[in-house]
């Protein structure tokens, strides 16, 4: 196959696909019909000489072949992304156009609604596209271009990132209201490892956080999948949890049933970063907007650096 027969658009059309495992969804994605996806993605696969999609006709499934070459399209569009990023920057543009934001899934809708107003006057000329999802695939969307930036827990292991520390989000006890945590000065976090310990499901940062805080073990407590069935466990009486501070209640709960606790000097916390691609060449803005982040952190976080004086709720 000659080179110049290969079209980016075609390449578009089957990392649609292969996200949307449907043709239609992916023709509307692309905003094309049906019918000129499909006979392109064909036109492909004959000029490949390979079957890149297994099509039934209740789903669409990639073959190993086709899961080669999708990967192989995702980084050249990668690649064709970031030569109109150094044609703007080459041009002296500020931060603007379509940028792809991702957000730990226990942060995201915390912080977000916190920060979008003054996030938008500053950057008037950014074209936000929020997302949240877990470390694991934040990276790898990250490392295929799928995600220019996300805001992650730290520490993470990943090479050809830029990573800039932006606060310290301290943990929070969250406990029924009648347990014995709830009375007195509270509990340390080393006191936590037992039974009633309740942590999100394998998969979440937060998980592995909370155990190293408490010095649980693997088996400890109960699961659940997100912060807000978290909650309502506790509330439950199902036993009690760690949440970050910025998914904590504030306040005291209107219903009585739980009673939320903050640790003393140098309690459990995480810090949460800015991470980018190294290579983008928007590293500059991406700078100024981990500036951004840190300047308006919540009132519920912290300076890196600086612990929180002990207090109860």
Request: charged fraction near 20%; hydrophobic fraction near 45%.
């Amino acid at each position: 196959m000659n080179i110049a027969g290969l079209s980016l658009r075609d390449l578009e059309y089957v990392v649609a696909v292969a996200d949307e495992t449907h043709f239609g969804r992916a023709a509307e994605r692309c905003n094309v019909s049906q019918p000129t996806l499909s006979v392109q993605v064909r036109k492909l696969e004959e000029a490949l000489g390979l079957t890149i999609f297994e099509r039934t006709n209740r789903r669409v499934l990639l073959t190993p072949s086709g899961q080669v070459v999708v990967r192989q399209a995702r980084a050249v569009l990668a690649e064709a992304h970031r030569l109109l990023l150094l044609a703007r920057e080459g041009v002296g543009a500020a931060l603007a156009g379509r940028l792809v934001l991702a957000a730990i899934q226990t942060l995201g809708p915390y912080l977000f609604p916190q920060v979008l107003r003054q996030l938008r006057q500053e950057f008037p000329q950014l074209a936000l596209a929020l997302s949240e999802g877990r470390t694991a695939g934040i990276l790898e969307g990250l490392r295929e271009g799928r995600l220019d930036a996300a805001l992650i827990s730290l520490p993470i292991a990943e090479a050809g990132l830029t990573v800039a520390p932006l606060f310290r989000e301290p943990f929070l006890l969250v406990c029924p209201a009648d347990h014995a945590f709830a009375m007195g000065d509270g509990p340390r976090a080393e006191d936590l490892a037992g039974p009633d310990l309740l942590l999100l499901d394998e998969g979440n940062c937060l998980r592995d956080q909370t155990m190293a805080a408490c010095g649980a073990g693997p088996a400890a407590g109960r699961h659940a999948t997100s912060l807000e069935t978290l909650r309502s466990m506790v509330a439950a009486g199902a036993g009690y949890t760690l949440l970050p501070a910025l998914a904590a209640p504030q306040g005291p709960d209107p219903s009585g049933l739980t009673v939320c606790r903050r640790f003393g000097e140098g309690g459990p916390d995480r810090v949460i970063a800015l991470a980018w691609r190294a290579s983008d060449p928007r590293s500059e803005g991406l700078t100024r907007l981990a500036g951004f982040f840190r300047a308006h952190a919540p009132g519920a976080t912290l300076p890196c650096g600086m612990t929180e004086a002990a207090s109860s709720a």
